[in-house]
C-alpha cells in the first residue's frame, strides 16, 4: 500500500513539474512577434486625408474604441470623447475585455512602430497578446499606406485622459491568447479600387464584417459554410440581444434580391434615423451604421459588389429577441 502511495505521489509530482514547465514555456515563448519595425511616418496631407476615412468610416476604429450615446441607435460616439476607450465586451464565460485609450495620452511614448507591430501583429507595447477582438488578423490585410494612414491619423486625435479597467480573462483563455498572435509577415499589395469585386472585398475585411456577420464556434472561428450569414448575439444593455444579418446573395433570407441603390440608401437611411425615437427596427443595435455612412458611394458599392460573389446561405434571422432567449438559428 505504501509504495502505491509513494507511486502516485511521484506521479503528482511529476504532473505539476511538467505543469508548471509548461505555464513557463507559454511564459517564454509566446507571444511570437518580432521586434517592433524602425518606421518613423511622415503624416503628409494625402496619408492623413486616407487615415481619417479609414479610422472614422470603414476600420471601426472609432466605434470600439470611444464611448457611445447609451440611447442612441447606429453606435453614435459621444462627441469631443473619441479614441478614449471605455467600451466593454463581455465575451461569456472567457472574461471581459475593455476598449482602450488610443488617444496620444495613452499612445504618446509610443514608437509608429510600437503601434503598427500592435496593429499588424497583435502585441503590445509591453509585449502583452491583444485579444484579436482587435482585430489584427484583418488589419495586417491593409496595404503599407492604408495601415501607416491609420497610424498617423491616430497621432492627431485630441489626447483624453481616461481610466480604463484592465481585461479580465479567465483560464485558459489567459494562456491560448498568448498563443494567438505572430509576425504579420509583408505587406500585401492594394488592390486596384476600378476591380471592384476585389477592393469590395478589401473593404470588407477593412470593416471586419465577417467578425460580426459570421457564425462562430466556442473557439472564435467561423463556421465552415455559415460565412457571413448573420446571427450573431449582441447584448444591448436594454433587456434585448441584436443578432447580425444575413449579408450574403440568398434570396430569401439574405440581400440576394436588394440592388446596389438599395444597398447604399440602407446605410444612409439607417444613419439618419440615429437618434430618432427607438422601434423594433432601430433598437439599441451595434451596427455603426452613422460610421458606415461615411463611406462613398463608390466604395459601399464595391462592398455590394463583393457580398454579390460569396456564396448564398439560407439562415433565417430574428433582429431582436429578449435576453435570455436564446440565439435563433
Not at 505555464?23 to 496631407?45: F, M, Q
Request: hydrophobic share 40%; charged share 20%; proline share 10%.
Amino acid at each position: 500500500m505504501r509504495k502505491a502511495l509513494r507511486a502516485l505521489g511521484w506521479i503528482a509530482a511529476v504532473v505539476v513539474v511538467l505543469v508548471l514547465g509548461a505555464l513557463v514555456y507559454l511564459g517564454l515563448a509566446y507571444p511570437r512577434a518580432d521586434n517592433p519595425p524602425e518606421v518613423e511616418i511622415e503624416a503628409t496631407p494625402e496619408l492623413l486625408a486616407r487615415g481619417d476615412y479609414l479610422f472614422n468610416s470603414v476600420t471601426g476604429c472609432v466605434v470600439c474604441h470611444s464611448p457611445h450615446e447609451p440611447t442612441v441607435a447606429g453606435a453614435r460616439v459621444i462627441p469631443g470623447r473619441e479614441g478614449e476607450g471605455g467600451p466593454e465586451f463581455p465575451i461569456g464565460s472567457a472574461g471581459t475585455l475593455y476598449a482602450r485609450n488610443i488617444t496620444p495620452a495613452a499612445l504618446g511614448e509610443w514608437t509608429d512602430g510600437e503601434i503598427v507591430r500592435a496593429l499588424r501583429d497583435g502585441v503590445s507595447r509591453d509585449g502583452t497578446p491583444l485579444f484579436p477582438l482587435m482585430p489584427y488578423f484583418n488589419f495586417r490585410r491593409l496595404s503599407e499606406f492604408d495601415l501607416t494612414a491609420i497610424v498617423a491619423y491616430t497621432r492627431t486625435l485630441a489626447p483624453r485622459e481616461s481610466e480604463v479597467p484592465e481585461r479580465e480573462l479567465a483560464f485558459p483563455m489567459n494562456l491560448i491568447v498568448r498563443m494567438m498572435p505572430g509576425p504579420a509577415g509583408p505587406y500585401p499589395a492594394a488592390p486596384d479600387p476600378a476591380s471592384r469585386v476585389e477592393y469590395g472585398a478589401y473593404l470588407v475585411t477593412a470593416a471586419s464584417c465577417g467578425d460580426c456577420h459570421s457564425p462562430m464556434d466556442d473557439r472564435g472561428r467561423p463556421l465552415p459554410g455559415r460565412e457571413l450569414s448573420g446571427g450573431n448575439p449582441f447584448p444591448t444593455g436594454d433587456g434585448w440581444v441584436a443578432h447580425s444579418a444575413n449579408i450574403t446573395p440568398d434570396s430569401a433570407t439574405g440581400i440576394g434580391l436588394w440592388t446596389r441603390e438599395r444597398f447604399i440608401s440602407t446605410v444612409r437611411e439607417r444613419a439618419a434615423a440615429a437618434g430618432s425615437p427607438l422601434s423594433e427596427s432601430t433598437r439599441l443595435s451595434p451596427m455603426p451604421w452613422i460610421a458606415y455612412a461615411g463611406m462613398t458611394d463608390e466604395d459601399l458599392g464595391a462592398v455590394y459588389d463583393h457580398l454579390r460573389t460569396v456564396p448564398p446561405v439560407r439562415h433565417e434571422v430574428v433582429k431582436f429577441t429578449r435576453e435570455g432567449a436564446g440565439t435563433p438559428q
